[in-house]
């Protein structure tokens, strides 16, 4: 009676489990996933400048005095290009001890280091030499710049509208293909590509020169999965 009962509730268990994976397997078969790529070449219309203003000397007084000079040329030397409005940021003064390893090998002080930093954009690529033969001019200073999109966001919109009607027709034609219908999006999962602007910008912090306008690539790819009935 007792192995009777064990391999009724055995027998059980397994048309349970076999009703679930059954359950599972339609509604697996009730969705459609598809994805859609979409990508563009653009030319940056932004430029974006950073100057550094550093001046030692063994009186911070001094040090100090000779930097707020050079800033002064600096903003004055800006009011000449055309900005993007409201761009130009000075950054706070950073005043640092600077040492000196002697010959008897003891480190001694040597002098104080006064940093400041401006930054400010440019909306017209072609003004980018003008800037800089203007900045350098003015003042003993170091200088870089990259280029950016004034607007990446409405750019990448439109590459994820093109991407999801794309990934949406191929979902719709094997869904006709099979019988059945498009309905509601279950899911949606978005891979952007903008490490072309970011290589822009590390080469030219690293060169600390002007980086070029080129035209780069940018893509999205969009994975939707869709209802069907």
Not at 156 to 181: C, I, N
Request: overall charge neutral; charged content about 25%; some cysteine.
């Amino acid at each position: 009676m007792a192995r009777r009962t064990i391999f009724f509730f055995l027998l059980i268990s397994i048309l349970v489990l076999a009703g679930c994976g059954e359950k599972e397997q339609q509604l697996r078969m009730r969705s459609i996933g598809m994805a859609g790529v979409a990508d563009t070449l653009v030319v940056p219309d932004l430029a974006v400048w950073t100057v550094r203003i550093n001046d030692l000397d063994p009186l911070l007084v001094g040090a100090k005095d000779s930097n707020d000079a050079r800033l002064a040329a600096v903003l004055g030397a800006l009011e000449k290009i055309r900005l993007v409005e409201g761009s130009v940021r000075t950054g706070p003064a950073r005043i640092e001890r600077q040492f000196r390893r002697c010959d008897d090998g003891v480190n001694r002080f040597s002098h104080f280091s006064v940093k400041r930093s401006v930054t400010f954009r440019q909306d017209d690529p072609d003004e980018v030499e003008k800037a800089l033969d203007v900045l350098v001019s003015a003042a003993d200073i170091e200088v870089s710049c990259y280029f950016d999109l004034a607007d990446t966001e409405a750019i990448m919109k439109q590459l994820r509208t093109r991407a999801m009607d794309q990934a949406k027709d191929k979902a719709a034609f094997l869904a006709r293909h099979v019988g059945m219908s498009l309905g509601e999006i279950l899911s949606i999962r978005v891979n952007e590509n903008l490490n072309a602007y970011q290589h822009n910008r590390r080469m030219a912090e690293l060169n600390g020169g002007v980086a070029s306008p080129q035209a780069q690539h940018l893509s999205t790819q969009v994975s939707v999965s869709y209802k069907t009935f």
